[in-house]
């Protein structure tokens, strides 16, 4: 079975920096893509950065320049480093990834995501 673990977040102040980590722990699996979302109170669920197998990265424009994804295909981890924090950054950061089951048929890409983690920017 394939799950997502996610770790980081936290409360920070505006202009503080946090890290969020998610691994894919399970096996017999292959990973096409991995994204952060966040969900803030009231609102849509929204992308904030992905990164595909061939390392293709794109964010939203929200928060372009101060936040960096990347990964370790070797440990099937991706990572979101989060500068210049801002309180309108506050949400639950979600952790998306589309993995195929290798000894499934048919086979086919499917979502999976993490349990969410908090992140709080205070002003």
């Known amino acids: 079975q394939v799950q997502l673990v996610e770790s980081g977040g936290g409360l920070v102040q505006a202009g503080g920096s946090l890290s969020l980590s998610c691994a894919v722990s399970?096996?017999?699996?292959?990973?096409?893509?991995m994204a952060w979302y966040r969900q803030a109170p009231g609102k849509q669920r929204e992308l904030v950065a992905g990164?595909?197998?061939?390392?293709?990265?794109n964010y939203a424009n929200s928060v372009k320049g101060r936040f960096t994804i990347s990964r370790d295909s070797a440990k099937n981890t991706v990572y979101l480093q989060m500068n210049s924090l801002k309180p309108e950054d506050t949400a639950v950061y979600y952790c998306?990834?589309?993995?195929?089951?290798?000894?499934?048929?048919?086979?086919?890409?499917?979502?999976?995501w993490g349990q969410g983690t908090q992140v709080t920017v205070s002003s």
């Open positions: 399970g096996t017999g699996f292959s990973i096409k893509s």
């Open positions: 990164i595909t197998r061939e390392g293709n990265i």
């Open positions: 998306n990834a589309e993995i195929m089951l290798l000894f499934t048929s048919p086979r086919r890409f499917d979502t999976y």
